[in-house]
């Protein structure tokens, strides 16, 4: 990023322990599919707290908030298949669910992972060119959080558990806010009007055949000052020459001003969804157990009033076959 260097806290040993006791209650609440946490937030640490509630409530924060000393707990050997939840009343669900909370709402979209409010993200055997959070010698291309969704997260939260072996492997974090600065008038014009579309990604659409795609949408929209972006490298497409070549450009200026963000045990990385495109730099898998895993959450600033009403269950995003005559 050219603004400003990735903005971070560092929890305390104290502020780490507290947040561990709180995260192993927190746990057992969402086990129980009751996941009514808010009393839990209010007794986050203080100052941990506050660094939360600043970063979810400044348009110029950066986009990023790396938090570094989360304590996580025993952790077994990383799992080879695709899943979420595997952990069950561990530590960083909770911990996880609380920090949503805090930014937002803690949700789960029921057509990605059945459903699941936290997600395993390590490689799958067979999976490793798959551009979706099992893949692994494929790098996953820069993208805003389910670009063809219009329910989007606000945020969304990574903590890893396990480093990949060689240590190498990285979180690409590049701001709009940053890219616009080197891109056309003509281009940011263009990128700005609603003539782009959004494929649904492989996570939302295992076990279905044919190709779906969201409406026309803009790519960038939002104040000049500090615009916002719905983008999917590998998902987000035009039918105009012009608007193919737009999507190139952009995609070249994330690049020139991409930050790698080298995660290791215990490193929270958040993300404003709507401000940073995020990817993830190539590895080789060994599958021993000791491969690359990070957990992932979404945190929605607020929850439409309709939603609750076609929720199959609390915080779980309907399908987008229901929605499909909602927008």
Known sequence: MLSAEVQS???????????????????????????????????????????????????????????????????????????????????????????????????????????????????????????????????????????????RPDFLALLCLRADHLGKAATRVASIQDAVTVLDPAVLELLRSPIFYSRYPTSFTRGRTGAVRSGPHPVIFGPEDRPWMRFDSDNTEADLPAGVEALARLGGALAEVTVDVPMTPGDLVILDNYVVAHGRTSFVPRYDGRDRWLRRVYSLRSVPRWAPAVMTEPRVLPALTTLAGMF
Do not use: C, W
């Open 9 to 151: 806290y560092r929890l305390s040993p104290a502020e780490s322990d507290e947040l561990n006791h709180l995260g192993i209650e927190v746990s057992r609440l969402l086990t129980d599919r009751r996941p009514e946490i808010r009393g839990y937030v209010a007794k986050l640490p203080d100052d941990f707290a506050q660094a939360l509630q600043d970063f979810a409530a400044s348009p110029h924060s950066g986009g990023v908030l790396l938090i570094r000393g989360v304590g996580v707990g025993a952790v077994p050997d990383t799992p080879t298949t695709y899943s979420s939840m595997v952990l069950g009343e561990h530590v960083t669900s909770g911990v996880l669910a609380l920090v949503a909370d805090a930014l937002g709402s803690l949700v789960g979209y029921q057509d990605e992972k059945s459903g699941a409010l936290v997600h395993e993200v390590h490689p799958v055997p067979g999976e490793e060119h798959k551009l979706e959070n099992s893949g692994s010698i494929t790098a996953l291309g820069f993208h805003t959080e389910n670009a063809h969704h219009p329910l």
